[in-house]
């Protein structure tokens, strides 16, 4: 496993992309085939199921180390990654073992079905055999949740300058249901007729974000507009009598969505739909907080489906009997999906509807009225393009509204994770309710790192109190909070739950008693929520 | 009461009126190195190491009040013995010795344990109390040796020279800095400062210690001159406008942080060496066990933390709370003094 730790750090040490797609091309073609399928698919995000409870780790390396387990704990929560605090207590400093990255994953594999007495027995091992950087990796490939800083897009470029083969196509091979347990290498990349094409989704076409005037886009008549509906991006697949759905985050996430299998009577074979997946009653769409109480459970039960229906509102066709229309102009893809959309007898899938328009003028009013309709701008699409792989510019652009923003006061703070362990980065935030405070958001983002030292600087000079890792700090800053929406929640004393909120800027003109109230909070859930 | 206390003006000798590294103007300040963080603007009179003092009077101004001791020598005030100790920090720090009627406290100010080769190594204190820093008091820093460190810093830097590349190797002006100018094979090509570690080398050359030679970044040099060569800068210098400067470069950084992936990955560096002039978690437990004390206080670092884990293993501790910064400076997160 040498060369992939040598491979992961060269890739930690570089924020160049250029050199982070020549690092793993060289490593690429060096490696063998088991260890460049497993690198693409850790890189992909497809790592073995994990085989042992991390907080079985825990007990066994602070014992390992000599600490007590909550000095462990104190040291995991302020190095903010199991892992890497796992290989730094950890006493060995010396490389003993050479197994291959394929070998060690088959080790971790294994692990699976033994008791914890006997992984216990294995992973004390492998600890003790390796030095501090392997022990790193392998504790990634043990307990996941590894983010490399390497976009599946510069893996793939990397490969397919390895590989000798075009990006597009093996971006697309590189999609779907594949895992390395069950593929190879030559399988997956170099046969010509991949057994698992069936299931295998079309790489998205992702919009940049608008800058500049809209009429700088040119003629109005070039272009379609649509709503940016707010829930999931997803692809249907309806091949050989099946269906599949995949969420933009490449998940299969079929079995979230049951009511779309009546799809399969209704939709003819070899068809793919883009859009946008929605929770939607009686006409109308509902906000994207009934859909996350639904995302996040993990069975969909008979309760959720009634009280969180969801429907696609598809905007896209990609694949119309089983031919790929990615080349097709948007205009005769739009006049097919249109066709298919009316004729068929489904009420779970819509189409997004086209905001006619004959001048920009009436286009940025029409923006305005987003948030009635449950959207979160506009998406603005050239009539005569083709559907590209990626996030492309030029021929698609998302046109969002600005956030709803509220003043608030900080009332307690937290140290950061990992990147910024040293520092409090984490803040609650309140709003007036006659004499008191009311917490009703987290917030973290949207500081520049200046003003994180000096807000910083502020909490250790003004702590009341402390609890855990949590300090209450004097109600003396407001900060202006943005976020995208706003409902009811029982989660935080003020009974609202935001969407997305993040510090906007720090209000160092306002004192903390202008912060805005609950009542005015209150007010939007009317509003928006 | 205790021989020394913790007050809003610092570290407090109420018998000889003395205070130790303090936060707020005072009478008397005794100075155990000369960080800003510990050795700060506005003190009547000041007393510090000898290799202190010309850098603290260059900080302050020549026309502070400062005195001077070697390593060993005492200074009685109103019946208290104060005595300086090498505390292998940078150099000129010390441990301050107190003594009163045969009850011995030691303060520690900054400190590490390894031998660097530069400043005088640290030497363990025996004392009732130990006022000790605990930066890194965590077991998830240990550092390696030097050697090892400075290994790999070389093989950088000519890696970067093989590549065309200047290097931009980042640490604390005082202290670091000449570290790493000490540590480092000058064969492999030029060094370069940055002003402020320039100033702080100038001084230190006037005291009598050699230093390698350097060459101060001027306006004047051209681009291509620095091709190849190393430039030791401190942290607060990357990411200004003093690097267009230079030709295609990688950056590097030395402190005890880079031991974090997520620290050494917030700097957006090339390259992060864990080297620091503080101790690690064995280092401070053992100097902790070398003073043979009855009780610790903890003043800046993980400090409820370091002081519960050693109230657990039955060495009495608190925390007091202080302004020193530690190695913060390092990472550009304390106010590392502009001049010095």
């Known amino acids: 496993m040498k060369d992939f730790v040598q491979l992961f750090n060269q890739l930690d040490q570089t924020t160049k992309t250029s050199r982070k797609v020549a690092v793993l091309k060289s490593y690429f073609d060096t490696a063998n085939d088991e260890d460049k399928l497993w690198t693409i698919g850790i890189l992909s995000h497809r790592r073995p199921k994990r085989s042992v409870r991390t907080a079985l780790l825990r007990v066994w390396v602070a014992a390992e180390a000599n600490l007590p387990l909550w000095l462990f704990e104190e040291s995991y929560h302020i190095v903010g990654d199991l892992a890497e605090t796992i290989a730094l207590v950890h006493p060995n400093l010396e490389s003993k073992n050479d197994k291959s990255l394929s070998e060690w994953i088959q080790f971790i594999i294994d692990l699976k079905p033994l008791s914890d007495e006997e992984q216990k027995g294995k992973v004390l091992w492998v600890w003790n055999q390796l030095n501090e950087k392997e022990r790193f990796v392998f504790n990634k490939l043990l307990t996941g949740g590894w983010r490399v800083g390497l976009s599946q897009k510069l893996m793939t470029r990397a490969l397919a300058q390895h590989a000798e083969v075009e990006e597009n196509s093996l971006t697309h091979r590189l999609m779907g249901n594949w895992r390395a347990e069950t593929t190879t290498y030559n399988e997956l990349i170099e046969s010509s007729n991949p057994a698992d094409q069936l299931s295998k989704p079309y790489p998205f076409y992702l919009a940049y974000a608008l800058e500049g005037e809209v009429q700088e886009l040119g003629d109005v008549a070039d272009w379609q507009a649509e709503w940016k509906w707010d829930g999931i991006r997803g692809q249907i697949i309806i091949r050989n009598n099946e269906l599949f759905v995949w969420s933009r985050g490449e998940e299969l996430v079929t079995e979230k969505f049951p009511e779309f299998q009546e799809l399969l009577e209704a939709v003819p074979d070899g068809t793919v739909l883009d859009g946008e997946i929605i929770p939607f009653q009686d006409g109308k769409p509902l906000s994207f907080a009934t859909m996350q109480t639904r995302i996040s459970r993990k069975n969909v039960s008979k309760g959720i489906l009634k009280s969180a229906p969801i429907v696609m509102i598809a905007y896209d066709i990609l694949e119309f009997e089983g031919q790929d229309l990615r080349e097709t102009p948007m205009l005769e893809r739009r006049r097919i999906l249109e066709k298919l959309v009316q004729y068929q007898e489904s009420n779970k899938l819509l189409i997004s509807n086209i905001l006619w328009v004959n001048s920009w003028e009436k286009l940025i009013e029409v923006r305005t009225k987003s948030r009635e309709n449950n959207a979160e701008g506009l998406m603005l699409k050239r009539k005569d393009s083709t559907y590209k792989t990626g996030r492309k510019k030029g021929d698609w652009w998302k046109w969002k509204v600005d956030a709803l923003t509220i003043d608030a006061v900080m009332i307690y703070a937290m140290r950061g994770h990992g990147r910024r362990a040293n520092l409090y980065t984490d803040y609650t935030f309140a709003v007036w309710d006659d004499e008191k405070l009311v917490p009703f958001a987290k917030a973290y983002s949207g500081l520049t790192d200046k003003e994180i030292k000096r807000v910083d600087a502020f909490v250790k000079k003004n702590t009341v109190d402390k609890f855990g890792p949590v300090r209450s700090v004097t109600p003396e800053l407001v900060f202006e909070i943005a976020f995208e929406g706003i409902a009811k929640s029982s989660r935080y004393k003020s009974g609202v739950a935001l969407r997305f909120p993040r510090i906007h800027r720090w209000r160092e003109d306002k004192p903390a008693k202008e912060a805005n109230t609950l009542d005015d909070l209150m007010r939007m859930l009317d509003e928006f929520g | ?340």
Not at chain 2, 209 to 215: A, M, P, S, W
């Open chain 2, 1 to 340: 009461m205790g021989l020394l206390q913790f007050t809003e003006k610092g570290i407090y000798c109420k018998q000889a009126k003395v205070y130790i590294d303090p936060w707020k103007p005072v009478d008397y300040a005794i100075i155990t190195h000369a960080h800003a963080d510990h050795s700060r603007w506005g003190n009547k009179f000041y007393l510090s190491h000898h290799l202190s003092k010309p850098i603290i009077q260059h900080r302050l101004g020549q026309d502070i009040s400062i005195e001077s001791m070697e390593y060993g020598e005492r200074r009685t005030i109103n019946g208290v013995g104060f005595s300086f100790h090498p505390a292998g920090h940078i150099i000129g720090s010390s441990q301050v010795r107190v003594e009163y009627k045969g009850e011995v406290w030691v303060a520690s100010g900054d400190y590490k344990l390894e031998n660097d080769g530069f400043c005088t190594p640290f030497e363990p204190v025996k004392c009732d109390v130990f006022i000790t820093e605990c930066t890194f008091g965590l077991p998830v820093f240990k550092w390696k040796p030097q050697e090892q460190v400075f290994a790999e810093m070389n093989t950088w830097w000519q890696k970067n020279k093989f590549e065309g590349k200047a290097t931009i190797l980042a640490g604390y002006s005082l202290g670091k800095a000449q570290r790493i100018l000490q540590g480092l094979d000058p064969s492999i090509g030029k060094i370069y400062t940055h002003g402020a570690i320039e100033k702080t080398n100038e001084i230190i050359r006037n005291m009598g210690v050699k230093l390698n030679e350097t060459i101060y970044v001027e306006s004047e040099i051209k681009k291509k001159d620095f091709e190849g060569s190393l430039i030791i800068a401190p942290p607060r210098s990357l990411g200004t406008s003093w690097q267009k400067k230079f030709p295609a470069y990688e950056v590097g950084m030395a402190s005890g942080w880079m031991n974090v992936r997520g620290t050494r990955r917030r700097q957006s560096l090339d390259r992060g060496f864990v080297l620091s002039d503080h101790a690690d978690w064995d280092g401070l437990n053992s100097a902790i066990k070398a003073t043979d004390c009855e009780k610790v206080i903890v003043t800046h670092g993980y400090t409820n933390i370091f002081s519960k884990w050693l109230n657990d293993k039955g060495i009495e501790t608190q925390a007091e709370s202080t302004e020193f910064e530690g190695e913060l400076a390092e990472v550009g997160q304390g106010k590392e003094d502009k001049e010095a």
